[in-house]
């Protein structure tokens, strides 16, 4: 297991587009929003959350795009395939690399930016720990949404991802009013942690029967 971490890190490490990419998005749209309005109209910190939730969501999606593509397109799969006969460990450590290099620091990107825009800083630790848990949910299912459409185009993913993403962002929206308004932080913040936790354990597995198919 540590000698596939290493490998897959190597070559995520080594795909600068596909780590440096999102996050430079990310970084450019937190930029841009409040460049793009009249902040003296507004109490930034209110509503910014919504973009960095968005953003979210966005970013996360664009970082799995390709996932499962470039082992599929050079053959690396197949190889595994008939070496092991099992994916799942190889999709739980990809996740899990993409997770490290992409997921964390786009959560402490949105967490600096929210700090800012005015969120006190003794509140930065909670909405960074609500955006790692949020990247862990989201890069799971998104990550499905590769795998499902990894030969039929882009939009089979989208189109099956997105309804799963969609209660993860209203969720989100939740866990993010908690620390705007000081109450069941502890609550929402557990069951956001529950739920990606499982998604962690069992969308593998559901990954690995996926490519299974697209190799049999």
């Known amino acids: 297991m540590i000698n596939l971490l290493t490998h897959e890190a190597f070559k995520l490490r080594h795909r600068l587009r596909a780590w440096l990419g999102p996050l430079l998005i990310m970084v450019l749209v937190l930029i841009a929003f409040p460049l793009s309005i009249d902040v003296s109209q507004y109490d930034l910190n209110k509503f910014y959350f919504s973009i960095i939730v968005?953003?979210?969501?966005?970013?996360?999606f664009l970082a799995t795009e390709s996932i499962f593509s470039e082992d599929y397109e050079d053959g690396s799969l197949e190889q595994i395939y008939l070496e092991e006969k099992d994916f799942y460990k190889v999709v739980l450590t990809k996740i899990s690399i993409y997770i490290f290099f992409i997921g964390i620091p786009m959560s402490l990107i949105g967490s600096l930016f929210s700090f800012a825009n005015g969120v006190a800083a003794d509140e930065t630790p909670k909405i960074f720990v609500i955006l790692t848990f949020s990247t862990l949910i989201?890069?799971?299912?998104?990550?499905?949404?590769?795998?499902?459409?990894?030969?039929?185009?882009?939009?089979?993913?989208?189109?099956?991802?997105?309804?799963?993403?969609?209660?993860?962002?209203?969720?989100?929206?939740?866990?993010?009013?908690?620390?705007?308004?000081?109450?069941?932080?502890?609550?929402?913040?557990?069951?956001?942690?529950?739920?990606?936790?499982?998604?962690?354990?069992?969308?593998p597995i559901i990954i690995s029967a996926t490519l299974k198919t697209h190799l049999e």
């Open 54 to 60: 968005v953003s979210l969501l966005v970013i996360s």
């Open 138 to 203: 989201l890069f799971n299912i998104f990550s499905f949404g590769s795998a499902l459409s990894i030969n039929k185009g882009a939009m089979l993913g989208v189109l099956v991802s997105l309804p799963l993403a969609l209660p993860v962002i209203v969720l989100l929206g939740r866990a993010i009013r908690t620390v705007q308004y000081g109450e069941g932080f502890i609550e929402v913040l557990s069951l956001l942690a529950g739920v990606g936790l499982i998604l962690a354990a069992v969308m």
